[in-house]
Antibody
């Protein structure tokens, strides 16, 4: 059974940093692209970042560029999202999600999602 | 950025009804369109990818169609468990933008 378990969320002050983790199990982690998606309270889904199977290629939404860094450790089956220079508008549940494949197009839509971790940016 | 627009924002329907949700892209995304269902307090679930291919274990009452800029999700006969929020996502371009969602509510 595929499982994705996020952690690392919490309350942080504006300008602060957090590192989110997502531990994967039930599939060969290194064979799939991974994506972070966030959802502000009561709002829709916002794609944040994608990383390819090896970690060599990464992609970001404009809202994340220069502030967030996606990475992965295939030996640990873990996906990360380093958040820095956080703003109130970054407050959201952050989901990690598995791409259905390793390359376009199947890497880019999301067949399994974690339950999310809440990041609250407030003073 | 490719903007995805869903309509209607809210759809009121009765169990057993056939409903159609729409999703329009601001530029052609070919057939790179997915649909997700989200229930309160839960993560989204993949329903459709490639505009018309049902994901694993998705009931046949869910069907998708369209290409280019116009897409639809049809639920053939609404079941109680289908009342939820539905999002479309294009993945032809980065970032893989989502629509704002359509809520299917009980009439």
């Amino acid at each position: 059974e595929v499982q994705l378990l996020e952690s690392g969320g919490g309350l942080v002050q504006p300008g602060g940093s957090l590192r989110l983790s997502c531990v994967a199990s039930g599939f060969t982690f290194s064979d799939y692209a991974m994506t972070w998606v966030r959802q502000a309270p009561g709002k829709g889904l916002e794609w944040v970042s994608l990383i390819d199977t090896s970690g060599a290629d990464t992609f970001y939404a404009d809202s994340a560029k220069g502030r967030f860094t996606i990475s992965r450790d295939n030996s640990k089956g873990t996906l990360y999202l380093q958040l820095s220079s956080l703003r109130a508008e970054d407050t959201a549940v952050y989901y990690c999600a598995k791409g259905r494949g390793s390359s376009y197009p199947h890497s880019r839509y999301l067949d399994y999602w974690g339950q999310g971790t809440l990041v609250t940016v407030s003073s | 950025e490719t903007v995805m627009t869903q309509s209607p924002a809210t759809l009121s329907a009765s169990p057993g009804e056939r409903v159609t949700l729409s999703c329009t892209a601001s530029q052609s995304v070919s057939g790179d369109l997915a649909w997700y269902q989200q229930k309160p307090g839960q993560a989204p679930r993949l329903l459709i990818y490639g505009a018309s291919t049902r994901a694993t274990a998705i009931p046949a009452r869910f069907s998708g169609s369209g290409s280019g800029t116009e897409f639809t999700l049809t639920i053939g006969s609404l079941q109680s468990e289908d009342f939820a929020l539905y999002f479309c996502q294009q993945y032809n371009y980065f970032p893989g933008t989502f629509g704002q969602g359509t809520e299917v509510e009980i009439k």
